[in-house]
T-cell receptor, first 112, second 111 residues
Framework: NAGVTQTPKFQVLKTGQSMTLQCAQD?????MYWYRQDPGMGLRLIYY???????DKGEVPNGYNVSRLNKREFSLRLESAAPSQTSVYFC???????????FGDGTRLSIL | KNEVEQSPQNLTAQEGEFITINCSYS?????LHWLQQHPGGGIVSLFM???GKKKHGRLIATINIQEKHSSLHITASHPRDSAVYIC?????????????FGKGTKLSVKP
């Protein structure tokens, strides 16, 4: 069972470059999330998608955009990367908004 | 002040010891989650609870809604339990995105 798959696992970017983090789930979940995890801080929600076709801002959305391409896929885009966006990014999904969330393995992103 | 506080931040135990990790929160909640983050980084959901107590193998989670407090217990700890344990709460009446995470408790179990 693949669960939640994130690509890439590691990425190094230069300031100002753009990139898209991909996330796909095979559990037929309606809800999907993007978090970032920084040292000394808890996971923080960037964006979420309650269902296919909808997206909403979380706690720290600035500098990011998302696309819920279909029920399976939820991508996170950095249009102009900044060093402050160096972090570990996690995608998660849940069947409904009250259920447990299933996490991907994370993407470690460094911006120089 | 953080809405979700965990204690201790770091915990070292000997194999076989009984371990308790605490989580206190300051908001009204509809559910509380315990998660485990492995040394390699992967995150796994352990429990979701809104009242009482849940048990899975050597892990027990309890919650006291009136006191706004939850505990995660590990019985007969083992080195493979070494991980970061994260408490998260879903605010009651909030939007779907309102899952607030604690900073985690890093547990190291020595053989």
């Amino acid at each position: 069972n693949a669960g939640v798959t994130q690509t890439p696992k590691f990425q190094v970017l230069k300031t100002g470059q753009s990139m898209t983090l991909q996330c796909a789930q095979d559990m037929n979940h309606n809800s999907m999330y993007w978090y970032r995890q920084d040292p000394g801080m808890g996971l923080r929600l960037i964006y979420y998608s309650a269902s296919e076709g909808t997206t909403d801002k979380g706690e720290v959305p600035n500098g990011y955009n998302v696309s819920r391409l279909n029920k399976r896929e939820f991508s996170l885009r950095l249009e102009s990367a900044a060093p402050s966006q160096t972090s570990v990014y996690f995608c998660a999904s849940s069947e409904g908004w009250v259920g447990p969330q299933h996490f991907g393995d994370g993407t470690r992103l460094s911006i120089l | 002040k953080n809405e979700v506080e965990q204690s201790p931040q770091n915990l070292t135990a000997q194999e076989g010891e009984f371990i308790t990790i605490n989580c206190s929160y300051s908001v009204g909640i509809s559910a509380l989650h315990w998660l485990q983050q492995h040394p390699g980084g992967g995150i796994v959901s352990l429990f979701m609870l809104s009242s009482g107590k849940k048990k899975h193998g050597r892990l027990i989670a309890t919650i006291n809604i009136q006191e706004k407090h939850s505990s995660l217990h590990i019985t007969a700890s083992h080195p493979r339990d070494s991980a970061v344990y994260i408490c998260a709460v879903r605010k009651s009446g909030g939007s779907q995105g309102n899952l607030i995470f604690g900073k985690g408790t890093k547990l190291s179990v020595k053989p």
